[in-house]
């Protein structure tokens, strides 16, 4: 049996009014990832799998997000809101190519697997013109409630349009619906306009394919999975069952999560063996973690890598491109940022490491700083392999610190130093024997009240 292929079609035409926000809603996150991103990655992918995006006019920002996310996805835009059924048609010349099958997702559903997907096309295999995606509403209003004649589906009424009666069904439409491919068109061109609203419903697909004498089925998912975001509060909801699917994962995994509740994870997030996690961690996107590393409480890491048995925190920050080699360490209050700190380095406390190189082993003291800006532009600081940084250093970058150089405690360093030299810049220590107490005394006469 040969593969069906498929378009997927994800419509995120909407404003998003209700987010309150001037970034459209479908460019909002839940585990460090774009609502629309979720969705295209759930999608079907691979060979024989194609994905159209319809999207809003004025909605650069999105068509890009498509194209970082989907390289091979194709944008079309909606440049009226009209409805789901014209949403859909906007990606007509993707859809007249006829693939197999035809599916179609909202944006703002991010929660939705790929195993939903699969499931809600195998019923086409079997001859089905439509399956549609289904859920018990714990509190059904404002959904599509599916409508059931004994086990087959024969219409979705939209709320605005549904009697008291039909109000009383449970059992509601996802917003995902899959087409045989060869009837999608056909069908999607006969919906109307005629509902309370004047929009062309996708819904209305059903009572069509019906009268075509065709099959329309329900598959059915859990609430959870198919939460649409039209507000902030629903954003806030879904994050939660997005966390907790990936703390799962990660415990499932191996990972140790003391204290799962406390930890923020990333979509993409990837762990090694016998990783450690403390409670209160922040993880961003784009990070990997490897085997036997610890990360310790309240530390806050995006787009970095954290090498084999490294340590990290607690209180520390790792920022966009941090990579830590095998057993380095970064303790507290330590922020570091584009920068590569080979095996073994040792940043233990109050320090902030920019665009640097660190070679192997060397050891950075308390309150190093690279100093990487210079108001207008950004450079690199190199340190050799073994160097030893003495505490309270400036680094003015740019600037090449030797392999196995040390510099001595508080200097600023603004000249290269040569492998294996000591750098010392600071003024020289003078010693005024007695002179403390000579102060002291002083200062105590002049506090003492005068007499007489
Ligand atoms: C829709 C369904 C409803 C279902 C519910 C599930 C229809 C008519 N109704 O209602 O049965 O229970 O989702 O959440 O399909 N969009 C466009 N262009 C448009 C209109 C909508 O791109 O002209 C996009 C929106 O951006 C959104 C999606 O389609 O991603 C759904 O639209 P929305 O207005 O949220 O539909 P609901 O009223 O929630
Ligand atoms: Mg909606």
New binding site residues.
């Given amino acids: 049996m040969t593969a069906r292929s498929s378009l997927t079609v994800v ?4 404003e998003g009014t209700r987010m309150r926000s001037s970034l459209p ?1 479908v460019l909002h996150q839940v585990a460090g990832q774009s609502l629309l991103a979720h969705v295209l990655d759930a999608a079907p992918h691979g060979a024989g799998a194609s994905l159209a995006v ?1 999207i ?1 006019p004025d909605h650069k920002a999105v068509a890009d997000e498509v194209r970082r996310v989907r390289a091979d996805a194709a944008s079309f835009v ?1 440049a009226e ?4 059924a ?2 859909v048609l906007a990606a007509r010349e993707a859809i007249a190519r006829g693939a197999d099958d035809l599916l179609v997702a ?4 991010p929660l939705i697997s790929a195993e939903t997907f699969t499931r809600l096309r195998a019923p086409l295999a079997k001859g089905a013109a439509l399956a549609v995606l289904g859920f018990r509403a714990a509190d059904p209003t ?3 409630r599916l409508l059931l004649q004994g086990d087959r589906l024969i219409a ?1 009424r ?1 709320h605005a349009d549904a009697t008291d009666e039909e109000r009383k069904v449970t059992l ?4 995902v619906m899959a087409f045989d491919g060869g009837q999608a068109l056909k069908i999607l061109d006969r919906i109307g306009n005629a509902n309370s609203k004047g ?1 062309y ?3 209305d697909a059903v009572t069509i394919v019906r009268e075509m004498g065709l099959e329309a089925v329900v598959i059915e998912t859990s609430e959870d999975e ?1 939460r ?1 975001i ?1 507000d902030k509060a629903q954003l806030a909801e879904a994050e939660a069952v997005m966390q907790t699917r990936l703390r799962k994962a990660a415990l499932d995994a191996g990972v140790t999560l003391i204290a799962p509740d406390t930890v923020y994870l990333a979509a993409d997030t990837k762990f090694g063996k016998d990783v450690t996690i403390e409670p209160f961690v922040v993880i961003g996107p784009g990070v990997t973690i490897d085997d036997g590393a610890v990360i310790h409480s309240f530390t806050h890491i995006v787009h970095s890598s954290v090498g084999k048995k490294a340590l990290v925190g607690p209180f520390a920050r790792m920022r966009p491109g941090t990579s830590l080699g095998e057993g380095a360490k970064i303790g507290n209050f330590v922020e570091t940022k584009a920068s590569t700190l080979e095996a073994g380095v040792k940043v233990n406390h109050l320090s902030y490491i920019g665009d640097t190189h660190v070679g192997a082993n060397s050891n950075l003291g308390a309150g190093t700083v690279t100093c990487n800006y210079d108001g207008f532009f950004k450079h690199k600081t190199l340190i050799g392999e073994g160097a030893f940084v003495g505490t309270n250093s400036s680094l003015v970058a740019p600037v090449k610190i030797g392999k196995g150089a040390y510099i001595g405690s508080g200097s600023v360093i603004t000249k290269d130093v040569p492998d294996d030299a000591m750098a010392v810049e600071r003024s020289p220590q003078s010693n005024r024997e007695g002179g403390a107490k000579r102060y002291r005394e002083m200062k105590l006469r002049a506090k003492k009240p005068k007499e007489g």
């Fill in positions: 419509l995120a035409a909407g809603k319809v809003g909606q809101r009209l409805g789901t014209h949403a909202f944006g703002d559903t404002g959904y599509g979705i939209e509601c439409n996802a917003g929009e419903y996708l819904v198919v649409g039209n």
